[in-house]
Structure formats: C-alpha cells, structure tokens
DNA sequence: GTGGTCTAGACCACC
DNA sequence: GTGGTCTAGACCACG
C-alpha cells in the first residue's frame, strides 16, 4: 500500500499518516495481521522525521488498531474489523452531528448526505 | 438557546462555540434573523475571554452563517439554510471519507453508519 | 434615483449611501447641480439615523462632490466631472494596485481584468 | 523584499501587511515556495504585535496564498498564480464597479482608467 | 451600547 | 525553533 503525505495540509503529518493507515483498511488494502513497515523505514521513505511516524504508530496502537512489538516490528491488530465497538459510537455520533450541522447550514439535505456517504462506502469497497 | 464549553475538550474554545451555533441552527433553535448576545455578554457569561467568543463569531461570519453589525451587534443571517453549497461539498465529502475509514476501522459497516446519519437527522428535525 | 442601503452589509451605512451617490452621478442619474434630498428627509425615508446620513454628506462635501448649503439644502456640484484630477489619480493608483495585485495572486490576468473594467464603464454608460 | 508599514494609514496595519505580500507576489518578488519571515522575527522587525502579523497570515492563509505549517513555518502557495478563479470575480466585480464610479466623479474616464490599469499591469511585469 | 484593532504576555503542540 | 490559543486591557469607529 502507498502511503503520501502531504506538508501542506492543515493536518499534522502524523495525523495524515495514521489516518491514511485508517483508511488503508477501512479499504481492504491491508488486512488483518499485515506487517508495516519499521518506524524508520517509513520515515526514511517519506522523507519525514522518525519520531513522527512513532507519534502515529502510537496513536494506531492506543486505539487498538495495530500491534507494536518491540522485536517483531508493527502489524495490524488481527481483531481489527471485529466487534468492538464500545465507546467509539459515542464519538461518532457526536461527529456526524457536527458534520450534519455544517451540512444543514450549507443547505445540504439528509437525503443529499446520505448519498455522499453511499457513496463513499461504494468507494471503499470498489476495488481500485 | 444554552451556549456552553468546555475548558476539558481537546476542541478549542472558539471551535466548540462555533459548532453549537451551528448546531443549533441545524436544529432549530436558533432561526434566520434572532440575534445574538454580544461578544462581551456572551464571554462573561461563559466565562471566558471576549477576543475568543469574537473569534467565534468571525468563523461564522466568514461562512456566511451570521451577520456581524458593528453597532447592532451580531445575528444569524437570514439566507442561512437557504441553497449555497458552493465549495463546501468537496470539504465535507473529505469529512466523511475520513469518518467512514474510521468507522469501519472499528466495525461499524455501512448499514449501521447509515442509521446513525438518519438518526442525526431526525434528531435535528424534533422539536425538542 | 431610488437610494437603499443594506444592513447587513459589511460597509457602513454612511459609505454604502456615499458610494451609492458616488455610482449615481457616474451612472448619470444624478447631474451637476441636481438638489438631494435633505438629511432629515433622506433619513426617515430610509430607516436610518440623521447622523448616518448626514456623515454620508459631509463625506462627499470633503471630496467636493457635493454642496451643501444651511438654508439652500444639498446639491451636486456644478464642477462634479470637471477636470479636477489632482490628488485623487494617486489614490486611484494605489487601489488598482492592490486590486491587480489580488487578481493576480487569484490567477486573473490583464487580458480579463481589462475586460471586466470595460464591462462597467459599458455598464455605466446604458440607460437602465 | 522589503515590508513596511504605514502606522499613520486609515487602513489596519494587519491589511496593509496583507495587501503588500500580495503585490509582492503579483510583482514577483515573491515566488511560488518562497519562505516568510516568522510571525515573531517579522512582528519584532516592523516594530508591531505578533498577533498582529499572525492575523495578516491567517488571511493570506484562508485566501489559499500562503502555506502555514506550525513548525516549519509561512511560505509561499506553490499553486499561487495558478488559474483558482472562483468566486473572487464577484467580489473584483464589485470593486471595480466602486473604483470606477468614484473615477468618474473625478472625472477620469474610461481611456484614462484603462491606461492606468495598464501601467499597473506593466508595473508587475517589470523587472526592478 | 456595539464590534474591530492593537498590544502584551502566557502556555501548548509540533518537529 | 515554529504557529495557535487564550487571557487581559486599551482605544477607536459606528449609530
């Protein structure tokens, strides 16, 4: 999988990366028990430095979504994907209501915004 | 409509007064045209510094959802809710892409994120 | 010619009518010597306050646009349009430059922004 | 490139920053990239605020101008120049529209105005 | 009374 | 080192 950053953004580079990791297997593109690259391959890779790829590592791995070990490297968590969704519904739901809100104040519609997120899952899952 | 912070939340101050302005247009509780309480009311009563309740209020105004009178104070804009959704489409579809990789990183499937949107949604509509 | 001001505009109310008396005589609705309405009148009829008009006034009589007699009321001066291009084209330059230098810095070049000028100047001289 | 600032100007001392990190741009003297001065180094060169300078910044920032990374710090857009012409030619519209009104009323016509804003233009391009 | 601007100094996150 | 946020207090323009 390729991972890009973007030194522009607004988004803190670590941010960026764990996101994109996120993303990545919201995709499909890794699975569970995938290997990832070494903290300093990664950095090395992307040009950036190697405490900011630790600082997204250790931000995947606090939510539970990959394994760092200190010998075997990092992979994804193998019960990512699986049934734990206990206090995330919480933040996500206060999450789509500030996204809803903003919507609401654009003159989007429910029926419009449910489109765009179908059409995000089509996204996600097409194969690409 | 209740304003309140909190001084805890990673959001800043500013953002989380920004949000519930929105929110509550969104939501209805505060219509096209109501005014307002003044940057200096508003910040006391918070209990918070003026220049951030002011800065707020200059987020909104950027985004058209306000009008900001020097004299006579500030007040939502009455085109609020109406049909502008110039750029803002393409911010929210990144929104949602990130929310929807998150998600699925922690089991919720589209099904269930559907059902939530359409709970907001209707959350927003109820009187209440 | 029908004078309005908008509320909830960001220009003051007393630069929204200056500006509005300004567009008028360069449009020629209102020429040398045509009486205004006086400030009391012109302030009722719009809503406003005495004091905003007569601001509005008392800008235009500075640039020697206007002028303004105790017991003769307000008119346009006879010498509006005559030649007397002294200290102003050095004002006007200094706001091309900064409107071209916006342009620019928005990917608008000469060839469009010649253009637009020749549209209001166009615009300016129809009837309506 | 040299920034100064006018304390004396009726306009704000963070627009007159502004305005003149434009016209450096449209002048060439700042290039795609380019590096800015920090916010502190900048504020205590000219003698004025920080916030002050921060404001100037954030404005650029929110035109898409410049590029602000909280610890590298301000450069230039690499896509400045580029062809963004979005809901600015509204605004242009307007001003020119102002700019040419007040002209008319000093008695500056279409062929006077256009051969100044082709001096401008001129001005841009050159060298110095 | 209102918001806008400027100054001053503090602390934080990021890299 | 960088910018971002928050606080505090001052003065100004507007109506």
Redesign the pocket.
Known sequence: MLLQIDVNSEE???TQLANQIRYGIAKGYLQPDDPLPSVRNLASELGI?M??VS?AYNKLKEEGIIIVNRSKGVRISSSVLADRRTGYETVLEEKIRQLVSQSICNGIGEKRFLGMVKNVFTEMRSET
Chains 1, 2, 3, 4 share one sequence.
């Open positions: 803190t580079l670590y430095n405490h900011t600082k």
